[in-house]
């Protein structure tokens, strides 16, 4: 069992690592678009500021160095608070998120997008096959707390909110795989939509999670109606 003390840091770290790393991505993609006069929101995506070539990158690549060790700090304590506290659906779903937080930092670090006229070479390819698998790695893993939450009394309203940004994040995927092919000319804002409200729902979950008064100790799944609660 999980002493107060320990639970209290390990809640708070995850609050602060959770709105953190959503602070340093749309901090990331802002600055961008100011420092680059050539930058469109709305048409261009968030891997052309630090994609090689771009005039900002030295500058720019320093954010996502920060993002991808505080989203996957966020993760694994994710798990930690999860496991044998909550259902099992929800704990699959951290996992999950872990997975994806690992995906991303790796995989971008190693394979970033080559911009200019070059075409779909090699690592282009490699990069564009990282998002769609972060894609779907991610669609599941929002469903699967979003319906962890509904399932389970104390969360059940949360669950909502959280299927709803979820099913948003749905859309905004599936509508940003096909324009990332044909270079659609609201690439970027679609993208955009599904990233923010991937960063919405890592901060709700920061919040909510917060106080260890909302996790439940027991090791089975709790479905709707029962009250084994702290």
């Not at 090699?122 to 096959?129: A, L, R, T």
């Not at 804002?189 to 999670?209: A, D, N, R």
Request: aromatic content about 12%; glycine content about 8%; proline content about 3%.
């Amino acid at each position: 069992m999980m002493s107060d003390k320990l639970w209290k840091l390990i809640s708070f770290l995850l609050c602060i690592s959770g709105i953190g790393s959503a602070a340093v991505l749309i901090t990331h993609v802002i600055i961008g678009g100011i420092l680059d006069p050539q930058y469109n929101q709305i048409a261009n995506s968030i891997s052309s500021l630090t994609q090689t070539g771009a005039p900002n990158q030295e500058i720019m690549q320093p954010f996502l160095y920060i993002y991808g060790p505080l989203y996957i700090i966020f993760s694994v304590l994710l798990v930690i608070l999860f496991r044998k506290k909550t259902n099992r659906i929800m704990t699959a779903g951290s996992v999950f998120m872990v997975i994806s937080a690992v995906v991303s930092t790796v995989g971008f670090g190693l394979f970033p997008f080559e911009g200019g006229d070059v075409g779909l070479t090699f690592q282009n390819k490699i990069h564009i096959g990282i998002v769609i698998t972060l894609a779907v790695i991610l669609t599941v893993t929002l469903i699967l707390i979003a319906a962890g939450c509904i399932r389970t009394l104390q969360y059940h309203k949360f669950g909502i909110y959280l299927w709803i940004l979820a099913s948003i994040f749905t859309f905004a995927c599936g509508m940003t795989i096909p324009l990332v092919f044909y270079d659609g000319p609201f690439m970027g804002l679609v993208e955009k939509i599904s990233v923010g409200t991937l960063q919405l729902f890592v901060c709700s979950l920061s919040i909510y999670f917060r106080k260890p008064r909302f996790i439940c100790r027991n090791e089975d799944d709790l479905s709707l109606g029962n009250e084994d609660w702290v």
